[in-house]
C-alpha cells in the first residue's frame, strides 16, 4: 500500500473534505515539499483528486515521527515507512509554529513562499491550537492574537479573501480582521501563485453571529408564557436581536460601500437580469431532479424567477461578500466584523471575483435569520407552538437589518423586493441541494422555508 492510498482512505472521514464519505479511486500527489527533516519531519503536499470526472487539489501539511505522542493520535493519517506514523501537522504546534515562523521570517522553501504584511508584527513562538467548528479549511489560533486559515481546496490565482481583506484594512475598516501575512506556491503548469494560507488578527472576546442568535432565540423559546400559544413576543423577551440585526445591517452596508470604493462598480448590462433568472431556472431544474422533495414548489419558484426576467432599468454591480450568513459575522465588543471573504469554496476563483449585486449579501443574511430560528425547532415537541413566535423573531430581525443597511447607505431591500425575494428563493433551493447531501436531518428547514414563501 503507497502513501497517496493511505491519504486516498483518510481524506474522505475529514470534515473539511468535499467528498465527506465517498471513496477516492484516484489520488496523485501533485507536489510534496519537505519544510523540516528530523523527527518530527514536515511535509507539504498537494494532492489531486479525480472524482466523478472533476478533478480537485487539496493541500495536506504532513508530520512524521517514530512514536506519536497520545496528543496527536486523533491525528494519524497512517503509516510512513518502517517504524513511522504520518498525522495531520496542524495538531502539532512543535510544527505549526515553523509556519509562523515562515510568514514573521519571509522565508521561501521550494515552491512554497511565506510573505508578511509591510508593519504586521508576529509572535513566532506561540503555541498553535485548532479550532473546532470549521468545515471547509482548517484555522488555527496562536494565543489570542493570531488565527492562521488553512486554505484545503486550492485554486490558482488571486484569491478573493486575502484581496478584500487587504484592501478594506487598507481603507482602515473597522468591520475586518486585518492581515499579517500568507503563504503561497507555484505549481508546475500554473501561471498564477495559489494561496495557501492566511494569517490574521484574531479576536478572541468575539461571539460568531450565528451563535448570538441561537443563544437569544433559546432565551426567547424558554421564556415564561411561552406555553401558552405563544404569548411572549420577541420584544418583549430578553433575547431580542432586532438591535443586533439593525446594527449588522449597517455594518454590512459599510463593507459594501468601501469595497465599491476600492474595486469600484458597474451597470449591469441590458439583459443582465434575465440571464440570472435563467441561472436561477436552470438550477432549479437540477435540483429537482437531484432532490424530488423540491419539486411540488418548482412552478411557483419558476414564476418569481420570470418576474425576475421582466425587470428592467439600470442595476449596479460590484464586489460582494459572497457567501454571507450569521456565521460569517462576529460581534466584537466595539461592533461587528466581517470575515471570509472567499465565497463559496468550490467555486472557481473567476466566479467567486466576479462582481454580483450588493442584495446577494442581504439575501444571505436574511435566509440565515431564518435558518436559525428554524434549526432551534428541530426535534422540540412545542415546535408547533412556537412557530408563530420564531416567525415573530425572523420579521423582527430581518426587518431590523434591511432598515440599517439602507440608513447607511445600502441599495433599499424594501425598494427592490422582486429581485431580493429571487435571490432569497434562489438562495434557499441552494441550501436545499447541500442539505439534502451533507445534512439530510436538516433538509426541512430550506423546504419549509420555500413552502411558508410561496
Known sequence: MTFADTLAAWLPAQRWYAGVGTTIRDLTVTADTALVAGDPELRHLVVTVSQNGE???????????????????????GPAGPGATAYDALHDPA??????????EQVTVGPLRFVKEPGAVIDSRLDSLVMTGEQSNTSLTFGDVAILKVLRRLFPGQHPD???????A????????EPYGWIETTIDGDRDPTLLAILSRYLPAASDGWSL????LRDLYSGDG????????????????????FRLGVATAEVHADLAAEFGTADNPP???????????????WVCVEVPQLRPYA???????ADLAEMTGPLTVQRVHGDYHLGQVLRTPTGWVVLDFEGEPVMPLAQRRAPSVPLRDVAGMLRSFDYAARHQLLDRPDAAALRDISGEWVERSQAAFCKGYAEAGGMDPQANAPLLRALMLDKAVYEVVYEARHRPAWLSIPLGSIAEAL
Open 55 to 77: 478533478a480537485a487539489r487539496i493541500q495536506v501539511l504532513v508530520g512524521i515521527r517514530a512514536q506519536l505522542p497520545d496528543s496527536l493520535q486523533h491525528a494519524v493519517i
Open 95 to 104: 510544527l505549526t509554529r515553523i509556519l509562523l515562523r515562515g510568514i514573521s
Open 162 to 168: 486575502l484581496e478584500m481583506n487587504r484592501a478594506l
Open 170 to 177: 487598507r481603507r482602515g475598516s473597522a468591520h475586518v480582521a
Open 213 to 216: 442568535a441561537v443563544t437569544s
Open 226 to 245: 411561552v406555553s401558552e400559544a405563544g404569548s411572549i413576543r420577541p420584544e418583549q423577551a430578553g433575547g431580542d436581536f432586532a438591535g443586533e440585526a
Open 271 to 285: 439583459g443582465a437580469l434575465r440571464d440570472l433568472a435563467g441561472q436561477m431556472t436552470t438550477k432549479l431544474e
Open 299 to 305: 412552478d411557483k419558484l419558476r414564476g418569481y424567477y
